[in-house]
């Protein structure tokens, strides 16, 4: 396609958008709801459509030679359809949050000022070629009375147009807008860079995916982004850690599913309890695989699974079964190394010591930060957000994961009688 | 100075800021509280130097032919620094936002999950030659904890950079880093370029001033900008309005202050009220000197001081006592109207009825939205933040004026007993 074509392609999308999102904003929380069951059901009836479509995709993938991980990512099954059928009933029976008040207070004047929540109005979402986030992005923006544009990677075009349809049959049936839901099918970087520059149309942008996706959607944007480039966890153990506990913390966090963004990539020992702790860190994950990359100090106490780390490996998001390890001193330099090597993703304290649980909760600068519990809870779902559509490390409105009220912001609502300005 | 010499000056301010953040994130109530009294003391105590710095400033600028407005905004006087310093205590005296819990609940696996207030980080604002921004800016930071980096107009460099001295006074004083307020001394444009792009240190651009100056920003930067370009504030007459006292509203909205951005440039009016409501308006506002641009249906009912609009007449920004008018069949064109020519900012309506005023302020788009009261009520102040550093049209955490709390964002604090993920 000409490079004008996509051009106008993408910003009739996003016009269409625009449109579609003040009827949203004013759509009933029933039929946001019906739009969301009906997208369940259909999800399950035109099972068989939808793996054909995404049989089109593997099979062209696999010629182009993807790889392992993203091949599983591109793959549907009927139990993954399954799945987005439950968060298709889950999302819709959270409570709708458009046009509650969360708080409201009365000036000296009489005027009574409250925050009422809104849409943000249209969210565009660039990702990867993961279907099953095409499906999860919409029904979290349209529960919040958002249009959505969707920009998906192009090794999952057909599963992509096929589930798009869908949400399209899904809002028609319940007398809202198919426009709410753009999906650009053009698989040009070019449509990609249209969509950065259509802040006329789109209030957030949110990319989902790797690293260089992120910034180079973050560079080209002249919108508000709300992103995470990646996940540099840390768990400080705190001299008075409670080890045996801090030792599952630890495991979890690194060997439960060491892909993903909340694993735990960095591991920083009080140096009061590191000759204890250390050789059962060594023992517990190194019979699971885990290697590590130990610091001057560690390294003696971590036996044969340790190699001196390189400067780099701190500050790292191995995405393995690796784990850098330092010795500090103190809190202090603890949460100095956090500051300096952290992503504001993820941090965790071990500690029995209140006022050691409550400084590094007020201090690490991190979307979530917990005392005694595994790195791998950051996650909408476990935090008890229902279900998300990302996780911010931007510190806006979102910091943190993204569910339907973090796809909301407020505006100022005013009561008056009458009331003028002096 | 060399642009090489620029970027690094930038970058290292941008630097400084940001290891100052981690102080002040931390820093308690009673040493920001101290700071801020401090600074109020210093306002009074160095009026003299304060006025002599001005002075410079002024006679170059007189010099240089600035207009009257700039002239104005540009000037300082003990009255104008008795109330800079009044803004300090008052900000002082606001509760500290920082550490407090929005809210907590609980998960089935008896993980306890909040929600806690943190600072930004890093604020950047970039501004024109106003130097009570300088202080006003400075203390909202300050007070949500935040680093605060400024780049003011050239035309007030002196008076700017006298007033930094103070807060670099006072927050020494308070045992605080003067790291936490950078000011950039540097007048090239090119500084302003180089801060657009330093998101490794800043974490929100704050633009304020031209709309040409926003955009200007906001196409550079690269990181989250809070801005609005614009306000293009309508009040809708609906069929039930108290006329009298809408006229009042109508007449506050564009007579009180004209050149301001909450100022009224549009009224739209039920074709039912048109023919009893538009000579008064013709009448009361025309007397204070209001001339009109009318549509067709307005034209002959608005009298003398009345002229046919251009079509770009509607979604203006005046700033003049000049007022676009125009009837309208109903409430849905004139919410049409306000979708198409609205800027976000602020919009009105005079009504009776109750399900008129709920629809209209459920779908009317804006970062404030009335019944029955003065479009110039948007405003920190007014509605209760106690002080602002501008408004935001944008849609993020911060839609409308931003007092102290819409300089912070919450963060996921989590209390475990030792949980691991599933």
């Known amino acids: 396609m000409e490079e004008r074509n996509i051009r106008e392609a993408v910003r009739l999308a996003g016009r269409k958008a625009k449109e579609a999102s003040r009827n949203m904003a004013a759509a009933s929380p029933a039929a946001k709801k019906r739009a969301l069951e009906t997208m369940a059901e259909l999800l399950r009836e035109k099972e068989g459509e939808l793996l054909v479509a995404n049989g089109r995709d593997l099979e062209a993938a696999r010629l182009a030679g993807l790889d392992g991980p993203r091949m599983d990512r591109l793959r549907l099954t009927p139990a993954i359809l399954a799945d987005m059928a439950e968060a298709c009933r889950y999302v819709a029976d959270l409570p709708d949050p458009v046009g509650a008040m969360d708080s409201q207070w009365q000036r000296p004047n009489g005027l009574l000022v409250g925050r009422m929540r809104v849409p943000l109005g249209v969210v565009a979402m660039v990702y990867e070629a993961r279907p099953n986030v095409t499906v999860d992005a919409s029904i979290l923006c349209l529960k919040a009375g958002n249009a959505v544009i969707l920009r998906g990677g192009s090794e999952a075009l057909h599963s992509n147009v096929a589930l798009a349809r869908l949400l399209h049959e899904a809002l028609d049936a319940a007398g809202l807008p198919g426009d709410a839901v753009q999906f650009i099918d053009i698989t040009s970087h070019e449509a ?28 080209q944007a002249t919108m508000p982004v709300l992103k995470h480039y990646k996940g540099v966890c840390h768990a400080f153990i705190d001299e008075s850690a409670d080890l045996p506990q801090a030792l599952e913390i630890v495991y979890n966090g690194k060997v439960q599913r060491p892909g993903v963004c909340n694993a735990l990539e960095c591991l920083l020992v009080h140096e009061s309890a590191a000759e204890s702790f250390l050789p059962m860190v060594a023992e517990r994950l190194g019979s699971a695989g885990v290697s590590f990359r130990a610091d001057e100090r560690s390294l003696p106490l971590l036996g044969a699974n340790a190699v001196p780390a390189a400067p780099d490996d701190f500050g790292r998001e191995f995405h393995d079964l690796i784990l850098a390890v330092r010795v500090v001193r103190d809190m202090d330099e603890a949460l100095a190394h956090i500051a300096a090597y952290g992503s504001n993703h993820t941090e965790v304290i071990c500690t029995r010591n209140h006022v050691n649980a409550m400084r590094f909760l007020r201090e690490a600068d991190a979307s979530m930060v917990a005392v005694n519990a595994s790195t791998r809870f950051n996650d909408g779902g476990q935090l008890g957000l229902g279900a998300e559509i990302g996780i911010s490390t931007s510190k806006l409105h979102a910091y943190g994961p993204m569910g339907v009220q973090e796809l909301t912001t407020t505006k100022f609502v005013v009561f008056g009688q009458g009331q003028v300005r002096k």
Chains 1, 2 share one sequence.
């Open 192 to 219: 990609v860079s249209e969509l950065c520059r259509l802040d006329e149309y789109v209030d957030v942008l949110i990319p989902r995916g790797g690293e260089s996706l992120v910034r180079a959607v973050t560079s």
